[in-house]
């Protein structure tokens, strides 16, 4: 049984950096062809943040480009998500996605909050 669990979450102030992990069991993540972190603000609907192919291959969403970078760990067997220089803009409950024939699978989500 697949499980991913996400963890790195918290309080930071704008500008400051965090930085998120996703470790996933029951599964190497080298069997996922993607896997990605996607975001949801309250009110808002849930949006790709980031992901990341078996290959190696990444995507960003426009917002975050040049602040964020997704990574693979295949020793961690993780996805690793660091994030400067963030905005209020990014507070949002964090989810770890990855897929696999067809399925997606996520994680319970980590609560990123950018205040004063």
């Known amino acids: 049984q697949v499980q991913l669990v996400e963890s790195g979450g918290g309080l930071v102030q704008p500008g400051g950096s965090l930085s998120l992990s996703c470790v996933a069991s029951g599964s190497s993540i080298s069997r996922f062809y993607v896997m990605g972190w996607y975001r949801q603000a309250p009110g808002k609907q849930r949006e790709l943040v980031a992901d990341?192919?078996?290959?190696?291959?990444?995507k960003y969403t426009d917002s975050v480009k040049g602040r964020f970078l997704i990574s693979r760990d295949a020793a961690k067997n993780t996805v690793d998500l660091q994030m400067n220089s963030l905005e209020p803009e990014d507070t949002a409950a964090y989810y770890c996605?990855?897929?696999?024939?067809?399925?997606?699978?996520w994680g319970q989500g980590t609560q990123v909050t950018v205040s004063t």
């Open positions: 990341i192919t078996s290959g190696g291959t990444t």
């Open positions: 996605n990855a897929k696999r024939g067809g399925y997606g699978y």
